[in-house]
């Protein structure tokens, strides 16, 4: 599916969500069809094979979609406890919950994946929401994450990867507040502007930033194997690891 299809598949199912994320964190939307297309490039490689994937904050379904629209071969349970983003997802995807191509949690994701089997999944994949969770929580979902896996199974993560030089994320970090106020001054949207200030600074604490050496050292501590960074684009950037 090119580009344009998969736009215009986006805008058609997500609608308004979709096009606000792109407003205001364009590359956040990129990493979330990063995500689907890390998937497809997996089930090109294993044709005819059913493929489960457990997706961690699943929120409004931008991720979701673009797991789903990998293949039909494809199932997902999406994860989040925030039940008013969830409820949206449910509504805009409805049409693959009917199918059974798609299930929802709404537990958190450490309790999720504790109450999963162990080797029971093909691919764990999240984008934008293991930067929110606490290191300590963290490190824990990341353990859980890798007990799930089936061997050969794979974690795909689209998120805000720190640069190690500190300098240089300021600066980039910087350019991207000033995005935000140009985009949402704009349009009016204040109140969505304090919400991503606000944000920020929680993304920005030291108990919640992923730097990236850290981080890909952290995969291969408990056990992931090719642990690799691509895509990087400022703060974002996609890791993929296998067990």
Not at 15 to 38: N, R, W
Not at 62 to 75: D, H, K, R, W, Y
Not at 116 to 143: G, P
Not at 182 to 195: F, G, N, P, S, Y
Request: hydrophobic share 40%; proline share 1%.
């Amino acid at each position: 599916m090119d580009d344009a299809q998969l736009e215009a598949m986006f805008s058609g199912v997500i609608g308004q969500e979709y096009q606000t994320l792109k407003l205001i964190c364009p590359l956040a939307a990129k990493m979330s069809q990063l995500v689907g297309e890390a998937i497809e490039k997996t089930l090109s490689n294993r044709p005819d094979q059913a493929l489960s994937v457990l997706e961690l904050g699943g929120g409004t379904g931008i991720t979701t979609l673009a797991i789903l629209m990998a293949g039909e071969l494809v199932s997902v349970v999406s994860v989040d406890s925030e039940a008013t983003m969830q409820n949206q997802a449910k509504q805009s995807l409805q049409k693959w919950a009917e199918q059974g191509r798609l299930n929802f949690d709404g537990r958190d994701a450490l309790t999720v994946l504790q109450n999963t089997a162990t080797a029971s999944v093909d691919i764990m994949a999240s984008a934008y929401t293991l930067h929110n969770f606490l290191d300590k929580y963290r490190a824990e979902v990341i353990s859980e994450i890798y007990r799930v896996l089936k061997p050969g199974g794979q974690f795909i993560n689209g998120d805000r990867y720190g640069l190690d030089d500190i300098s240089a994320h300021t600066r980039v970090t910087q350019n991207e507040v000033s995005g935000y106020f140009k985009a949402l001054i704009e349009i009016d949207k204040l109140d969505v502007l304090e919400h991503w200030i606000v944000h920020l600074f929680a993304d920005e604490s030291e108990n919640h930033v992923m730097r990236e050496t850290f981080s890909l050292q952290q995969l291969e501590q408990v056990g992931f194997k090719q642990v690799i960074l691509s895509n990087r684009c400022e703060v974002n950037a996609l890791v993929s690891a296998v067990k």
